[in-house]
């Protein structure tokens, strides 16, 4: 781990670059919100939006909202491949959430709370401006539990050990592989974050681009914004089922969540190949899209032309970003070049799906 850049104002630093882009997003999207939210609040056409269950009108009212907006990232041609590149980012990222929540023995609540408040304000907005500084926090912290630990150790080691001198040693020796290493996650857990993944993110896109623009496919959308909950409901209940799992080495708890990184790496290189042939298969024009996409990005949400694919290239360029600073504070240039190169082959889920592969080996 590259010490030298592991401040915490590191990681902190770009929180409020993760706020000016919501405000930025915010005020392009603003007029597109406005139509929305004004249909949404006419009954009929709630209804025909999707089949609100009525449980709280206000409630009702933002998921049509979010439903609209992921309609059309779902159906418009210009959008589709954004959105499919960003499912298998997000998801990814989601992920790496997870497993550094479970190593620093954080709230399960976490990774949920940032894929609801990813859903709404845009999952390359929360990652900068919230888990980054998160992340930043929890590694202090164990640092300087490890250096305290250290401290008592010298302390010890000064005074006559008589016959415990061997469980001294011990001591010495485990306290200063903490402090050059990181706390490892359990099998159990690993098992339990995979299976979030797994039904909580992949199921739910492969069961929704399996129907075309249809109020069936609105349905599905409406329940994808509950699913934060499933994901949160495996990652907790799943481990108590399966503790039998755990081992009592490093190298295998380090092994399982490799192994989960390297299921994601290629469940997302398939679906990557998979979205961009199929898109090259059924538009007629791709460099006539390839230029709109090019205009639409940098005309800086001036133009006022699809404000959503506008948005989903700028979580896209967000949140790989947040990561790519992430694997630089982590390990330098190398990580900086693996997610980058890896991304290009196989696109930005499986980018840094395989960094953080390689980077748990390391630590």
Known sequence: MSRTKNSILFYIAVSPLGYVLLTHLHHVLLPFNILQKTACQNPSSLLET?????????LDRIVCVLVR???????????????????????????????????????????????????VIGTGVIAPMAWLPWYGWSLYKHQKKSKQNQVAINANSGKPLGSKKQNL???????????????????????????????GQFLPVAILVSHGPSLTQRNIL???????ITYGLFEWIIPFAVSHLDCKTKRGATDSVRLMYTGIASINAFLWYWVWIKWLQTTSAPDFMVKQWIELFFSLGSSG??????????????????FTYWAWLEDGKDGVKTVLYSSLLFGPGAGLALYTMRRESRI
């Open 305 to 322: 032309t699809n404000p959503v694919a506008y948005m989903l290239m700028w979580d896209i360029v967000a949140l790989l970003t947040t």
């Open 50 to 58: 999707y089949a609100a269950p009525g449980i709280h009108d206000l």
């Open 222 to 228: 409406a329940v994808f914004q509950y699913f934060p």
């Open 69 to 119: 907006f992921c309609s059309q990232a779902v159906n418009d041609p210009l959008c589709f491949p954004m959105t499919a590149t960003l499912v298998g980012l997000a998801t990814t990222a989601y992920a790496v959430m997870s497993v550094e929540r479970a190593r620093f023995k954080s709230t399960t609540c976490l990774t949920p709370f940032m894929i609801m408040m990813g859903n």
């Open 169 to 199: 040693r011990e001591k010495i020796s485990e306290y200063q592989h903490q402090q050059h290493s990181m706390p490892y996650v359990a099998p159990h857990r690993t098992f339990g974050i995979a299976l979030a993944t797994l039904f």
